[in-house]
């Protein structure tokens, strides 16, 4: 048997971070057995669907790397099929016509209500002669299900579930105006792409037993199932916006590497021994739908952060220099030169070990690409007083002396001079940072020299001793 797999988002919003979770396992449990990863899109909300959600769908899937099978399945243009599954339930006898008016139905859901009933229609249409049915009124089609007996679900995450059937109601098929419900939908969907294994949130249990009988009365083979529990807030709480809820495009927004988000992802409710930094490549190699825990997995921002941190020093100074280019050139408000991007590819050693996202990268490297003259923050504009300047004319007379530019070399320099003038190297050093930054923080102000080289160097020192001398 082939596995598939699928994920089946409604593009009423963008790709919640527990809806990634979800692709990602169904993708990883696909590859790992040699599979196929399909997309549907369930779009049959038309009031609520929207084009940007599905393109953020897309799109995110598409940055996490989980690529899917084949071209993506849009359920509103099956309606047709779906439509006809219920016409042959209708004609096999699994299926009948319901003419119950709302107020009939509102009547009935709170007759059972108080008899403790989970079965919230009294099936008065079940058997009754369609000659008895009101003009004038467009009936539901419901489907036949089984007064007795149990439905079981064996899933491969929660084990062997089972429910009476005489909790569960005669489902509706077709809505009054023809068009089919999503219950019978994703039913035939998932028959129809050949989905082996259905890996979605628990919040879907009790739609299994439902679904279950939908797909008996046709004849036809039930997926398996693996309900996941659903993540929660650090506190326990159901998770929301306030504990980090957001759509995977905030997540790249923020500067996650996609990596960092999917090894991530990966551990939020599934393990590997005590393994917590690992590749999709190993993940790949590992998964298994028995290994993911029953209770709710917590989500931690702090812990994603520590993993953005961890892969962003892992990355190789070249692909890195990559990724975080549009962000430096989107502040920059246009495209690097060669020698600003060898400037930030030389620069990346002395800073990603500091950064915790790449727009921290970013932020922490744009120095090392702006355009002279620089202008100093306010904080850095202090120390290039009267004062800081006589210190910046001593050690840009002591750097014009170097000739063999690196860092050992100018730091070398600017210590004689220092120790000449009964000065503290720090004091001088102050000075020098904030006219080659901008900034009083960087990485130590003679790796600096070195990634800038000599006439950038000398050429951003002069920008402030001749502003001085205007």
């Keep these: 048997m082939t596995v598939v797999t699928r994920f089946a988002p409604s593009p009423t919003g963008f790709l919640h971070i527990g809806g990634a979770r979800t692709a990602l396992f169904n993708w990883l449990y696909a590859r790992r057995h040699g599979g196929r990863f399909l997309l549907r899109i369930e779009d049959t909300d038309r009031a609520r669907s929207t084009e940007a959600a599905k393109q953020a769908i897309l799109d995110g899937l598409d940055w996490l790397g989980l690529e899917w099978d084949g071209e993506p399945v849009y359920q509103s243009a099956r309606a047709e099929r779906h439509t006809a599954v219920a016409r042959n339930l209708l004609d096999a006898g699994n299926a009948y016509r319901c003419y119950c008016s709302p107020e009939e ?90 989905i082996t294994h259905i890996v979605r949130g628990d919040d879907h249990l009790t739609n299994a037993f439902r679904q279950s009988l939908i797909y008996r009365a046709m004849g036809w083979a039930v997926p398996a199932f693996a309900h996941i529990p659903l993540i929660h807030g650090p506190d326990g709480a159901k998770l929301s916006k306030r504990h980090g809820a957001l759509g995977v495009d905030a997540y790249r927004d923020m500067g996650f590497p996609a990596e960092a988000v999917c090894n991530y992802l990966a551990r939020l409710g599934w393990s590997h021994g005590d393994d917590e930094i690992f590749s ?82 970013a932020d922490s490297a744009l ?104």
């Design 280 to 361: 999709m490549a190993q993940a790949t190699g590992w998964f298994d739908l028995e290994d993911i825990g029953k209770s709710p997995a917590r989500f931690d921002l702090a812990k994603l952060t520590s993993l953005s941190a961890h892969y962003i020093r892992a990355m190789a100074d070249d692909r890195l220099a990559g990724t975080v280019e549009p962000l430096i050139a989107g502040r920059l408000a246009g495209p690097l030169t060669d020698t600003q991007r060898a400037r930030l590819i030389a620069g990346l050693p002395g800073l990603k070990e500091r950064a915790k996202s790449l727009v921290d990268l």
């Design 105 to 194: 139905l509102v009547a009935m859901r709170e007759a059972a209500r108080k008899r403790g009933s989970g079965r919230l229609y009294d099936g008065t249409w079940r058997d009754r002669d369609p000659a008895d049915a009101p003009k004038d009124v467009s009936p539901v089609v419901r489907l036949k299900a089984p007064l007795d007996g149990v439905t079981v679900v064996d899933d491969a995450v929660q084990g062997r579930v089972t429910v009476r059937n005489d909790q569960l109601d005669d489902m509706v098929l077709l809505r009054a105006d023809g068009t089919p419900t999503y219950m019978l939908s994703v039913v035939v969907d998932d028959h129809d792409m050949d």
């Design 367 to 470: 120095f090392y690409c702006r355009p002279r003259p620089l202008e100093a923050d306010a904080k850095a504009a202090k120390l290039l007083d009267d004062s800081g300047k006589a210190k910046l004319a001593l050690a840009r007379n002591a750097l014009a002396e170097v000739e063999e530019w690196t860092a050992d070399s100018t730091e070398a320099a600017v210590r004689a001079t220092a120790d000449a003038a009964g000065e503290k190297l720090g004091r001088i050093a102050q000075p020098l940072r904030a006219a080659l930054t901008g900034r009083t923080v960087s990485p130590g102000i003679f790796e600096v020299l070195g990634v800038l080289g000599k006439p950038e160097s000398l050429g951003r020192i002069d920008d402030i001793l001749d502003r001085t001398a205007a």
